[in-house]
């Protein structure tokens, strides 16, 4: 069977967006080679990790269904919450824990997705601001569930698999994340690319035009949005096992402004952009702090300035030749 | 170049890290302290940074023969931030103490770190009640809220206050305080007319500051947290409760001495209940205000600073008992038991539950010289903390 | 009863006069500008220092609040944001963020890190009992002086020449340019005019909300929710979205306390489900 010449070109043209390349390889070499390489900073990297997978959550949203979010740590959140819960009183093992956390995570997301379908940006981003809001005010006021304002502790994670007992350094801690990531990761790359992705990102581009061509616009904003969530509420879940803590925060807006920073710095739409403003945000803002205790904002709010007006492009252009490599970066 | 001296190079530069630090855990104590410098509890975060800096200066940096390094680290008032940065200090500047825990979720994510890693954590400014509880190694020397706030139960009850409205931000320690002041006032004989909860982070105290006015009890007992003080104390003036014939009574930490020459005139005469006032009478917190002042302008000491203040005081202690060992459990045991007379008054730790007794003073806002302070003018001596229903 | 409902209103009043001038940046001029709290931090920081360390009058201080902000973001539009008009939002709020974040930190450096509050002259303090109505005088300051800033700005920008000249930039500064009007100009005295009523913003509510180096990060959501709920089409919608988010949270906290603080937040997303633009849509005002 052979398809229509025009056809057989765009599935070439798809092919190739889709495929794997050199850099890639080169990233989650530099990624695994850091477990061996530095293991002394291996809890740095291991909120790095988190991050990372928090914000590639939030491209899907972004960079690919095109929608504002100021509430994106609602998923996190309530993943964290549930990761929480599912070790203190049903088993403590981690990946059944991730599991509660990405359900958990998936289902608020479901439900809040229907609120975000109508009205501009501005309306889209107050919306979910409100949600995650309202969910940190529950979390505040079911203390009897959560610890409240005092935070979730108890705790006890078991060991990964089984086998391998989180440990003080965080050698296992960023193992484990890093391995979630990269599969996750694998799985979001194959999402992106499959018919289902292509037509989100094509409704992100032209809403009008992928309506004519019969896109059910609103089921798939609500999928894809869906999975986002999911995403997010591992990246809670990993956080929670991690720190075998739980607080409020995890609910903040500051939380969900991070992320925001993080990918926009990192550029949207092409999967790295989000794991490599994590990096950057997570390093410079635990550089910072560590010289100025005091005053780190200021100067993380002046490379925010600088990184703007110079030209967020440009400066995406510098970091590579790199992003360019990179499947699907513009 | 050989391959082998290559490889052997390699393997030194590996080391180095290692090796270097070893050669510093030595002659040097590292202490990590770990506050919110930055964001809403900034102020507690500074208070303590600049008691622990005058407290080095005065003290110099050496104990036991042995040089003390300290590490501030800004955990902007976020827990898991919090328990990376104590992690990483463990693991990698290899601290033998860990201080600071501006909040309660900050101190209680750090517990379990202590207790594996067996170090010391002092909780310096965290006030909720079961902190204590979640480690053997965790020492506080600030307060919990029912130890400061069951003293001014027992002043209300005895000065003919018969019904009380307590309004308290909504959170751990104002739980606690709550239901410490119910607890402790009913049982004297007080009726609990309404209780009042205020979210944290929200500043229009209006609509509940209205409720306790036409719930009109004999007084309104307040607590928020430091630095919150101010603002609340604006509105219960612009109320004018105490015209509706409410007297207004709190823990110290509303008339926190950090805010209270802003507050004006209005909380004159204001009853609290707390540990520390800057005007507390005494030859050593007059010297220790002074120095706080000079090295600090435009800043009073307030009980934020005395716990940092303490704190140290307490390590440098454990360190002179145990000669310089850094060995977790044997500087925790040095604390178990230690009295001194600090700028607060007499205090000493308790073997059995690590928590600090110490004075409780009754004190009045009162003009000298012109700015407001905290009078002291009465005291209940040697108040070990009290189990959280007051009693 | 009443008391609550006037509590409320000026409550409504105090969010109003702190977002008006962001109605006036993001609502008129389509720019997500975050670091508007900035300008309302400069303002109280006027009043505060102006009446604290040199004891200049509360009402004196009020035009010089609104002059020093105004003046500071007359600069800083001219020098940053005009490159950024036609940037992308994100781009918007990745570089007000980072003004934020300079801000505070600044502002921490300079002032300290203490809340500052002011204290009113006696004319403006106590409170007033009228029959079964019990009301502060400032309260009742603030609302007059919010019903005659909305009855200006909404005059000066649906009936004046300058109004119609920058409606006509907003939505379309080629032809605007075309039809010989200096958008340049317009759009460099209306953000003044937006950060001046910020900082005229943080100067009223300094009495209540008192002002502190997070103050922009900390009311930043406020902002948001009276702007996005009122709509982007004027001074109207914001008006009235913050009285009725006003009365709301109030009244929510005296007679259902459990639920205060979900309150503002509840309103705001049915608000913005029944009518995604906000209560006044662009068009229908």
Request: charged letters at 15%.
């Amino acid at each position: 069977m052979s398809l229509p010449e025009p056809a057989a070109d765009a599935a070439r043209l798809l092919g190739r967006r889709a495929r794997i390349r050199p850099a890639e390889w080169l990233f989650w070499a530099l990624a695994f080679a850091a477990l061996f390489l530095l293991p002394e900073r291996h809890l740095i990297l291991n909120s790095i990790a988190v991050q990372a997978l928090f914000a590639l959550s939030y491209d899907l949203v972004l960079g690919f269904a095109g929608i504002v979010s100021l509430g994106h740590a609602a998923f996190f959140g309530v993943g964290a919450y549930a990761a929480g819960l599912m070790t203190k009183f049903v088993t403590g093992d981690p990946l059944l824990g991730l599991a509660a956390a990405g359900l958990a995570g998936g289902v608020v997301g479901f439900a809040s997705s229907f609120l975000l379908l109508r009205g501009s940006d501005l309306t889209r981003l107050m919306v979910s601001l409100g949600v995650a809001l309202i969910l940190a005010e529950i979390a505040n006021k079911a203390a009897w569930l959560t610890g409240g304002t005092d935070g979730f502790s108890g705790m006890a994670v078991g060991p990964v698999l089984g086998r391998y007992a989180f440990d003080i350094f965080g050698h296992v801690a960023f193992a484990y994340s890093l391995c979630v990531l990269f599969v996750l990761f694998v799985l979001a790359r194959i999402v992106v690319h499959s018919p289902f992705g292509l037509s989100v990102t094509a409704l992100h581009h032209n809403p009008l035009r992928a309506r004519a061509v019969g896109v059910p616009v609103n089921r798939r904003l609500v999928a894809m949005y869906t999975f986002a969530a999911i995403y997010a509420g591992i990246a809670g879940g990993l956080l929670a096992q991690t720190t075998q803590f739980v607080s409020l925060d995890v609910l903040d807006f500051n939380r969900s402004a991070d992320v925001l920073l993080m990918l926009v710095i990192g550029g949207t739409g092409y999967l790295y952009g989000g794991m490599i403003g994590a990096a950057l945000f997570v390093l410079a803002q635990d550089q910072l702090a560590s010289l100025t205790p005091q005053y780190w904002h200021f100067w993380i709010g002046l490379a925010l300035v600088v990184l703007t007006l110079v030209g967020r492009e440009r400066f995406a252009k510098r970091l590579g030749a790199f992003a360019r490599l990179l499947p699907g970066a513009r | 170049m050989h391959r082998r001296t290559m490889l052997k190079g390699l393997g030194a530069v590996a080391s180095l890290p290692l090796l270097g630090s070893a050669a510093h855990a030595e002659d040097t104590v590292k202490i990590g302290l770990i506050l919110p410098m930055t964001g809403q509890s900034a102020s507690t975060g500074k208070q303590i940074d600049a008691a622990v800096k005058l407290f080095m200066a005065q003290n110099g940096d050496s104990v036991a023969g042995k040089k003390v390094q300290v590490i501030l680290k800004d955990d902007t008032g976020v827990a898991d931030v919090t328990k990376r940065l104590a992690q990483e200090l463990i693991v990698n500047d290899k601290v033998a103490v860990l201080a600071g825990f501006g909040l309660t979720p900050l101190a209680l994510a750090v517990a379990p770190l202590a207790t594996q890693a067996k170090v010391p954590e002092i909780v310096m400014a965290a006030a909720t009640t079961i902190i204590t509880q979640k480690s053997p190694y965790i020492v506080r020397t600030s307060c919990t809220l029912p130890q400061t706030t069951v003293p001014l139960a027992d002043w209300a009850a005895k000065n003919g206050i018969k019904t009380v409205v307590t309004l308290v931000s909504d959170y751990g320690p104002g739980i606690d305080a709550a239901k410490a002041f119910k607890g402790r006032f009913t049982k004297a004989g007080g009726k609990i007319t309404g209780e009042l909860t205020a979210p944290l982070r929200n500043p229009e105290f209006a609509p509940f500051l209205q409720k306790v006015r036409d719930l009109k009890p004999d007084a309104l007992f307040l607590f928020v947290p430091s630095g919150q003080g101010a603002a609340l104390m604006k509105q219960v003036a612009e109320r004018e409760l105490t015209k509706a014939g409410i007297k207004v009574i709190a823990t110290g930490d509303v008339t926190d001495d950090d805010q209270l020459p802003d507050m004006g005139d209005s909380v004159l005469g204001m009853v609290t209940t707390h540990f520390y006032s800057a005007a507390h009478p005494s030859p050593e917190n007059k010297a220790f205000v002074a120095a706080f002042e000079k090295a600090n302008p435009k800043m009073r000491p307030n009980f934020m600073a005395v716990g940092g203040y303490d704190g140290m005081h307490l390590i440098y202690e454990a360190l002179k008992k145990t000669g310089g060992k850094t060995d977790g459990t044997a500087l925790v045991d040095a604390m178990k038991g230690a009295s001194w007379t600090s700028v607060r008054g007499p205090v000493k730790i308790d073997p059995a539950t690590r928590e600090i007794i110490q004075t409780v003073y009754v004190r009045k806002v009162e003009k000298v010289d012109g700015q407001l302070y905290n009078i002291e003018f009465d005291k209940i001596p040697d108040v070990v903390p009290p189990s959280p229903d007051g009693n | 009863m009443l008391t609550i409902l006037f509590d409320g209103v000026a409550y409504g009043m105090v969010l109003f006069v702190l977002a008006c001038g962001l109605s006036v940046t993001l609502g008129l001029m389509n720019f997500v500008n975050l670091a508007h709290g900035v300008f309302a931090m400069v303002g109280g920081y006027v009043t505060v220092l102006l009446m604290n360390d040199y004891g200049v009058p509360f009402l004196a201080t009020l035009p010089l609040a609104f002059i020093v902000a105004a003046a500071l973001g007359a600069v800083l539009e001219r020098t940053l944001y005009v490159h950024l008009y036609d940037r992308s939002p994100l781009d918007q709020v990745l570089f007000t963020i980072g003004l934020v974040f300079m801000a505070v930190a600044a502002a921490d450096y300079v002032i300290g890190s203490q809340q500052q509050l002011i204290y009113l002259p006696p004319m403006l303090s106590g409170r007033l009992h009228l029959g079964a109505l019990d009301i502060g005088v400032y309260r009742l300051f603030l609302i007059v002086v919010c019903a005659v800033l909305v009855a200006i700005l909404h005059y000066i920008v649906t009936r004046t020449r300058f109004g119609s000249r920058l409606r006509a930039a907003v939505d379309d500064p080629r032809v605007a340019r075309g039809l010989g009007i200096n958008v340049n100009a317009i759009f460099a005295l209306t953000f003044a005019m937006g950060s001046g009523l910020a900082g005229l913003g943080g100067a009223l509510g300094a009495d209540i909300l008192g002002i502190d180096p997070t103050f922009p990060l900390k009311y930043m959501i406020y902002f948001l929710i009276v702007v996005t709920v009122g709509g982007t089409s004027g001074m109207m919608g914001p008006f009235v979205a913050a009285i009725l988010l006003g009365v709301a949270d109030v009244a929510g906290k005296y007679y259902v306390p459990e639920l205060g603080a979900f309150m503002i937040y509840g309103v705001m997303i049915a608000v913005l489900i029944l009518r995604p633009q906000g209560l006044f849509a662009r068009g229908n005002a």
